[in-house]
């Protein structure tokens, strides 16, 4: 009987640790802060500043950093998908991938846990 319990009341903590997150973050109250006296009132950012800045400005960010990443394996020419559907990924890997790997010696040359001594 108590297994049957444990789930429940793991839902019932976690339910209860999102609502409880949530309800603190959406009761507080909105900063409404005023221009001290004394300080000049800043003037409105108008819309196409304020796109400019909140809006393009990281977008090109964005873009900019994926083209640095990408550079590279475009300079080389390699494709940037993969080759094959569901197919592996050796990321800095050689070209060939595992098929242009050096064969390595025999187990039974290289010791390991049949080694002798």
């Given at each position: 009987?108590?297994t049957s319990r444990?789930?429940?009341?793991?839902?019932?903590?976690?339910?209860?640790?999102?609502?409880?997150?949530?309800?603190?973050?959406?009761?507080?109250?909105?900063?409404?802060?005023?221009?001290?006296?004394?300080?000049?009132?800043?003037?409105?950012?108008?819309?196409?500043?304020?796109?400019?800045?909140?809006?393009?400005?990281?977008?090109?960010?964005?873009?900019?950093?994926?083209?640095?990443?990408?550079?590279?394996?475009?300079?080389?020419?390699?494709?940037?998908?993969?080759?094959?559907?569901?197919?592996?990924?050796?990321?800095?890997?050689?070209?060939?991938?595992?098929?242009?790997?050096?064969?390595?010696?025999?187990?039974?040359?290289?010791?390991?846990?049949?080694?002798?001594?």
């Open positions: 009987m108590t444990r789930p429940a009341l793991r839902t019932t903590a976690r339910v209860a640790a999102v609502a409880l997150s949530a309800g603190l973050v959406l009761a507080g109250p909105p900063a409404l802060a005023d221009v001290p006296d004394g300080w000049p009132t800043p003037p409105s950012i108008p819309l196409l500043d304020g796109l400019f800045i909140y809006v393009f400005a990281p977008l090109g960010l964005v873009v900019l950093i994926a083209l640095l990443v990408l550079a590279p394996s475009l300079a080389r020419g390699e494709r940037l998908g993969p080759e094959k559907p569901g197919g592996d990924q050796w990321f800095g890997g050689r070209r060939g991938g595992p098929d242009a790997l050096e064969s390595g010696t025999p187990a039974k040359e290289s010791g390991g846990a049949s080694g002798s001594w």
